[in-house]
């Protein structure tokens, strides 16, 4: 697993959203979202693994722990990237962290 540097400081990528906003971000040439919810802030891959449909158009759940894509309302856990409603395989799913010198993300 390796960190990489997002964002040199917190506050200004907090500013960057709204609650329940989706923002794409580009990591190593690979296209990600991160969504803020009220649960706190998740990173995805940026096409739902069903059919690749862009998850941007996709819906945060108003429980603030899930995406739901646009193109066949497939639900995927915004921690572990789990399908909920499907047996479609999962979202790869990264983990936002938050250091002194800035905003990292786990890549696996
Ligand atoms: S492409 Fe996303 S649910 Fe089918």
Known sequence: ??????????????ALFEEQ???KFKVNEQKLLI???KEGFFA???LCPHQKHP????QLHPNGQAIICSLHGYQFNLRDGKA????CQDLKTFQVGFHPDGVYLKLY
Do not use: C, P, W
């Open 1 to 14: 697993m390796k960190e990489v540097k997002i964002y040199d400081d917190k506050h200004s990528f907090e």
């Open 21 to 23: 906003a989706l923002r």
């Open 35 to 37: 969504a803020k919810t």
């Open 44 to 46: 995805f891959e940026a």
């Open 55 to 58: 998850l941007k158009q996709g």
């Open 84 to 87: 909920q409603n499907s047996k």
